[in-house]
């Protein structure tokens, strides 16, 4: 009995370290999902583009990247974010990304124009 249990505690424990790893790697890539979306809409408001990228900062998970391109039709908001593995010479590091797109307005301060019915 004590036998088959020291062989099988560490693979549980590896499987446990997996799965949790798996959850993590979900719970961030909804974030950065959430920080590309949070991005546009500031976009979509007519923010300037640092308060884009603030937005979009704040909702993003721990270390990620935010990048904005603004062109004169779209404002594209991109998150890159990278999940490290529990055992590092076993599975790669995980590379998420997200991107949300949104029309370009005004920069904020400008006049709105009513909306056509």
Excluded at 29 to 43: I, S
Excluded at 54 to 72: F, H, I, L
Excluded at 82 to 93: D, I, K, S, Y
Aim: hydrophobic share 50%.
């Amino acid at each position: 009995m004590t036998v088959e249990t020291a062989v099988a505690f560490p693979a549980l424990v590896l499987l446990l370290a997996v799965a949790l790893w798996g959850v993590s790697s979900a719970a961030a890539q909804v974030a950065c999902v959430d920080a590309a979306r949070a991005g546009a809409r500031a976009a979509a408001r007519g923010e300037p583009l640092d308060e884009v990228r603030v937005a979009a900062r704040r909702a993003a998970p721990p270390g990620a990247q935010v990048s904005v391109t603004r062109d004169p039709h779209f404002t594209r908001v991109l998150v890159r974010a990278t999940v490290a593995p529990p055992a590092r010479r076993l599975f790669p590091p995980l590379r998420l990304r997200a991107q949300a797109v949104a029309a370009t307005e005004p920069e904020g301060g400008g006049e709105s124009m009513p909306a056509q019915w």
